[in-house]
């Protein structure tokens, strides 16, 4: 009978000694388990395109504008004037270079025009960057510099550097303009291009 006991305690006492254990282990965190930790220091993600060309040339702080070659237009206040095809801008004329502006983004732009510094003194010339062909006067009736013009993504839009020369009033004591090294500065040329907002 006592053996019976014993037994019996040894049993409840080995049990016990196994709970305890087995607890131990499970708090003590040294069961075998798979635990794997990695880290990313460089999280990315592909931003949308933003590209602007100005008669192919990326739109940059530097570019190589060319307007020498410019469409002559007789000025309708010349009476019988002609359009001096081929030759360069004279009084009594307007004319136009065309400029093709392609945006090129995943986003819409407005793009604006302006000239700076120019240097010219004979005051019967105006110059604009207009959006569509010029028609003498009405050249700064749209003028890109003070209202932006909206370039979808993908579109491609032509806009127009402009003069007016007028026959009328010009400064006859300008001795510069028509000389062998004369000509007519339009200054610096800014192209600004903007990522348009979306509307809310």
Known sequence: MAKTKNNRFLKVAGLMLGVTMLATCVLSGTMAKYTSTGTANSVTANAGKWSITVDGEELEETMNLSIADMTITADEAVAGGTAYAGTAPVPGTYGYKAIEIKNESVVDAEVSVSATGATNT???I????VKSIPDGDAITSEDLSSTPLKINAGQTETIYIAYNWEFEGQDDAD???G???GAI???SITV???QAQLAH
Do not use: P, Q, R
Request: negative net charge; proline residues 0%.
């Open 192 to 194: 600004t291009a903007t």
């Open 122 to 124: 004979d005051s019967s």
């Open 126 to 129: 105006t110059v604009g960057f």
């Open 179 to 181: 000389k062998d090294t």
């Open 185 to 187: 500065n339009f200054g």
């Open 175 to 177: 001795t510069t303009l």
